[in-house]
């Protein structure tokens, strides 16, 4: 039924080349992305699309995120294997495998429910087994896990999440967009209980957090 077929894998090498031209230099994530089969994660009608740098619907008005996004974040956590990470907006759980890949414990949390559930039965049928995945809304972040070595958020949020800063362990990093539409990408390193020390990158794209206001 999941075939990964040569021209799959083909495809997802030339991606994986492209990625590195476009400035990706961590290995490791390269090859983390290398594995995930991106065509199995889209409706079939988009499979000779999927190994383009191109975002595409999964349902539920959401997207997954273009591989360069995906790559950039990833890259930004520097996880080592064992790191324990919480993921806001797990959306078709194409990010949650690439950490998987690279030996993180994931936590992830999605607050579209046909999404949850959807990912929540296909990500084992690809052998990925996140500790968690969470129906509920990423702005509280996951408290009875927290700390965390890293958080990343893959929707585009209006404003940092307090709760998200509060469960990062120190040393430990929130990457996350911030904006309206472009968002700028934001990285937290938590440098003592109290303190943060923030970089910025470029702009980018992403569908918005969304608050339950109740
Ligand atoms: N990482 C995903 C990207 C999906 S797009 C992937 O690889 O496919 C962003 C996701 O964030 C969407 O699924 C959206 O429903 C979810 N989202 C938006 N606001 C959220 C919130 N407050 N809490 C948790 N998830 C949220």
Redesign the pocket.
């Known amino acids: 039924m999941f075939q990964d077929t040569f021209k799959h894998q083909g495809l997802r090498q030339q991606l994986i080349n492209l990625l590195r031209d476009k400035g990706i230099k961590d290995e490791n994530v390269l090859k983390a992305m290398n594995k995930v089969p991106r065509h199995l ?1 889209l409706d079939s009608s988009f499979e000779a699309h999927a190994y383009q740098n191109k975002a595409f619907p ?1 349902g ?1 008005d ?4 273009h591989p360069f996004t ?1 790559a950039f974040q990833t890259e930004l956590l520097q996880l080592k294997p064992g790191h324990k990470v919480l ?10 495998a690439v950490l998987l890949n690279l030996g993180a414990k994931v936590y992830s ?4 429910q046909e ?1 949850f559930k959807k990912t929540q039965l296909f990500l084992p049928k690809l052998g990925y087994r996140p500790k968690r995945l969470i129906f ?4 509280k972040g996951l408290p009875k896990e927290a700390p965390f070595d890293s958080i990343i958020v ?2 585009g949020a209006p404003y940092v999440p307090k709760p998200l800063l509060a469960q990062i362990k120190i040393g430990g990093r929130l990457i996350i967009p911030v904006g309206d539409d472009p968002q700028i990408m934001h990285l937290y390193i938590r440098t003592s209980a109290t303190e943060f020390k923030k970089e910025t990158f470029g702009e980018f794209r ?7 206001k109740n």
Do not use: N
């Open positions: 994660f999964i539920a959401q997207t997954i995120s995906v993921e806001i907006g797990t959306g078709c759980g194409y990010q949650t949390i999605e607050r579209q999404l509920g809304d990423g702005y893959t929707a992403f569908v918005p957090m969304l608050e339950d």
